[in-house]
Every structure is written in C-alpha cells, then in structure tokens.
C-alpha cells in the first residue's frame, strides 16, 4: 500500500468516524420517544384484547351467566371451564366454576362472541408475567368479586 492510499483511508475513516458521531450526538439532544417502561405505563386502547373475564349487568350488579356452556364448547383451545349447579327454588342454574387455563388461550374472541347474554368480555390486563403456569390458571368467579 502506498503513501497516499494509506492517508486516503485514515482521511475517509475518520470522516465516517465524525458523521456517525455527529448523528449520535444529535439523536441525544432530540426528545425521549419512548416510554421508560417500569416507570411510566402507557394508556391501553380500549379494543384492547386481553383474556377474558366475567362481567357485571350494570343494572343488578350480578353476573349475567346462566352457566349454557356456550363459550367453553366454542373454545378452540378448550381452555374454558364453566359449571353450575341448580339451586332449590331457583329458576336457572347458579354458576360454580368458571376457570380459564390462559396458557391455552389463543385470544380469538369465540366464547366473547358467542355468549348470549354478554357476561364475558375480554380484560384490560397486559402487564402478565409470572413464573409458573399455575399462576395463568384464573378463577375468574373469584376475579369478579375482587374487583367488586
């Protein structure tokens, strides 16, 4: 290699070393796009399509279940476990066991669409983690009265 190939690729490296630290140093001073994710939590979309879990008739305040088996036999996954009993006296059947193995979901929304009384909905939950399945194992009779 000659003299002045030697100067040549000193001069265009240390050019591209000055471009790509003059595009660092700009980016620095442009304002923060993202969110510092522990700290700060971003606003869910409300079409947000979590697992689902039951809801309340906004008028009686109950659980608008009449335990059919509608959504757990138009789970895909099967991952939905409903039963009820009949009580004395009682027209229906009172819901007992409404469980949701989360680690089958798919989140296809077919038991959401196919309750016919609407008393399943998808949740706003997205920040899930944990370290076992069992805990992605949900009773969600009990997740409604937590949520009162």
């Given at each position: 290699?000659?003299?002045?190939?030697?100067?040549?690729?000193?001069?265009?490296?240390?050019?591209?070393?000055?471009?790509?630290?003059?595009?660092?140093?700009?980016?620095?001073?442009?304002?923060?796009?993202?969110?510092?994710y522990?700290?700060?939590?971003?606003?869910?979309?409300?079409?947000?399509?979590?697992?689902?879990e039951?809801?309340?008739?906004?008028e009686?305040?109950?659980?608008?279940?009449?335990?059919?088996?509608?959504?757990?036999?138009?789970?895909?996954?099967?991952?939905?476990?409903?039963?009820?009993?009949?009580?004395?006296?009682?027209?229906?059947?009172?819901?007992?066991?409404?469980?949701?193995?989360?680690?089958?979901?798919?989140?296809?929304?077919?038991?959401?669409?196919?309750?016919?009384?609407?008393?399943?909905?998808?949740?706003?939950?997205?920040?899930i983690?944990?370290?076992?399945?069992?805990e992605f194992?949900?009773?969600?009779?009990?997740?409604?009265e937590?949520?009162?």
């Amino acid at each position: 290699m000659s003299k002045k190939g030697y100067f040549t690729e000193l001069y265009v490296g240390g050019k591209s070393l000055l471009v790509g630290l003059g595009v660092t140093f700009k980016a620095c001073l442009q304002p923060i796009v993202t969110v510092q994710y522990p700290r700060e939590k971003l606003d869910i979309t409300p079409n947000y399509r979590g697992h689902i879990e039951l809801r309340r008739d906004p008028e009686s305040g109950e659980c608008p279940c009449i335990v059919c088996g509608m959504c757990a036999r138009a789970c895909p996954s099967g991952c939905i476990t409903v039963e009820g009993e009949k009580k004395e006296g009682e027209k229906g059947k009172t819901l007992t066991v409404f469980a949701l193995d989360f680690t089958r979901c798919s989140l296809c929304g077919t038991c959401v669409e196919t309750c016919p009384k609407g008393a399943i909905d998808f949740s706003q939950d997205y920040n899930i983690a944990g370290f076992t399945r069992e805990e992605f194992h949900y009773d969600l009779i009990r997740r409604l009265e937590e949520r009162g």
